[in-house]
Each structure stands twice: as structure tokens, then as C-alpha cells.
């Protein structure tokens, strides 16, 4: 008791808001004392626990991550029950610009009936997670930049396809937590001048891949919205906008 004291301490001491949970969620990730010592350290040093104990809870499912890694977050909840909403039994289902796996494997798992899941992204490192995360659900994982890995196949076939893209401007990225800042890869963060470089060439290529009456969802922030919006408006797309003032989400839906 007193050691585990002592971790709440020293979380406390570096700043960790949650100690008492991360002291606990750090004991039951360590092999034994040495192991719980490196963990720690590696917290206390500014890490970002979910690397530290190697997932991260996401639509109730524990989500392998690790360093170099993108962290899923809470917000994009919000942009998995919109999707799930959209998505009849059976529906192709693609998360493009991955990460993890995150969000596919979300939809996969609230869908009655299953799902054919596809996840792409350009990042080799991230989509190790990835292989392991849709694993479950029978997903499949093409790495290379946006549309370009995706089998011919595909085309015309996506029922719903789910987009978390780099949306922060490239000189807000010294703003962000140094969690984020140091620890997740730039390219998962960095949206370009204005945030929304990734956006306007997802938006620009949907159409082909999109099946009759398929669904474009993206992530992207309130005051960002009517940019996004305007991008997929001009590919061709049918748009509105759901936000959650809760998770402080905003989802643009874009519709074939």
C-alpha cells in the first residue's frame, strides 16, 4: 500500500490529473517491481500512459497502441456512432487515414451482423497497431498515401467510410499538449497552413469509391467546419454537419 502510495505521489508530482487511476492501470500493466519501476519512468517523464501500458480504451474496446503512435481520442466516439447509425448489416466499411485501426474496428464491433473493413494509412509504424486491432473483424490493411494502396475493387463498393485526418494548422502544433507534440508522429497531427491539406484531397477523390448512397464522415473542429464542408460539397457530395457539445466533437457527413 505504501509503495503504491508512492506512485501516486510521484504521477501527482509530474502533473498526472488522474494519479490514483494511472498508478493503478501502471501496477497491473508491469511484469513485476523492475518493470513497474520502467513504466514509471517512462510517465513521469512525459510519455503518454496509453504508450506507457500499450492500449487505449476506445468505444469500449482496448485498442493496442504504443510509441509513435497516435492516441485515438474520446472526441472520435462521437464520429463512430454516426458512423455505426449509416452502417446496414454486411456494409463496406473503410477507415482511411487509420492510425491504429481505431475507428474501423469500432464500427465493425457496434454493427449487427459484421462488417467488410478496410483500413489504409501512409504510416508503416501505426499500422502494426493496426493489423492487430482489426484482426478481430476479419479487417484488411493496405498502407501507402489516402486512396492510392486501396485495391481496384473497392471502387464504387463503400458503404461508409470514416475519416480521423491531421486537421491541427502547422503553427498550432507548439500549442499542443507536449504529450501529443513530442510523442505522436507529426504526420498525424500536422494539417498544413491552415489544418485542412489532408481534407481537401480526401474530399477531392471520394466520389469513385463511394457506393450509391454511401457515406463520407470526417472529423474536424467547429471553427474549421465550414471549410471541410465546402470541400466535399465541391467534390459532389450531399453535406451536413452533427456535433456533441460533450466531446466537443464536430463530424461532417458527406452522402453520395
Do not use: K
Not at 13 to 22: K, N, R, S
Amino acid at each position: 500500500m505504501r509503495y503504491l502510495t508512492t506512485l501516486v505521489e510521484r504521477l501527482r508530482a509530474a502533473g498526472c490529473v488522474f494519479a490514483e487511476e494511472e498508478a493503478d492501470l501502471l501496477c497491473a500493466a508491469a511484469r513485476d517491481d523492475g518493470h513497474l519501476a520502467e513504466l514509471l519512468a517512462r510517465r513521469v517523464g512525459g510519455e503518454p500512459l496509453e504508450h506507457v501500458v500499450g492500449w487505449a480504451e476506445f468505444c469500449g474496446l482496448r485498442v493496442e497502441v504504443g510509441a509513435g503512435a497516435f492516441v485515438p481520442r474520446r472526441r472520435s466516439e462521437f464520429l463512430v456512432a454516426q458512423a455505426v447509425a449509416l452502417a446496414p448489416p454486411g456494409a463496406v466499411v473503410l477507415d482511411l487515414c487509420c492510425g491504429v485501426g481505431a475507428l474501423g474496428a469500432a464500427v465493425a464491433a457496434a454493427v449487427p451482423g459484421g462488417v467488410e473493413l478496410h483500413a489504409a494509412d501512409i504510416d508503416p509504424a501505426a499500422l502494426a497497431y493496426a493489423r492487430r486491432n482489426v484482426a478481430p473483424y476479419g479487417g484488411s490493411v493496405w498502407e501507402g498515401d489516402l486512396y492510392g494502396p486501396l485495391p481496384a475493387s473497392l471502387r464504387g463498393r463503400v458503404d461508409v467510410l470514416v475519416v480521423n485526418a491531421p486537421y491541427v494548422p502547422t503553427e498550432e502544433i507548439g500549442f499542443m499538449p507536449s504529450e501529443a507534440r513530442d510523442h505522436e508522429p507529426l504526420v498525424s497531427l500536422d494539417g498544413g497552413a491552415d489544418g485542412l491539406d489532408v481534407h481537401r484531397r480526401v474530399a477531392a477523390d471520394a466520389l469513385p469509391w463511394l457506393a450509391p448512397g454511401g457515406h463520407l464522415l470526417i472529423e474536424t473542429s467547429a471553427r474549421q467546419r465550414p471549410v471541410t464542408a465546402s470541400a466535399l460539397a465541391a467534390a459532389g457530395l450531399r453535406t451536413r454537419v452533427a456535433a456533441s457539445e460533450e466531446l466537443y466533437a464536430t463530424v461532417v457527413i458527406a452522402a453520395r
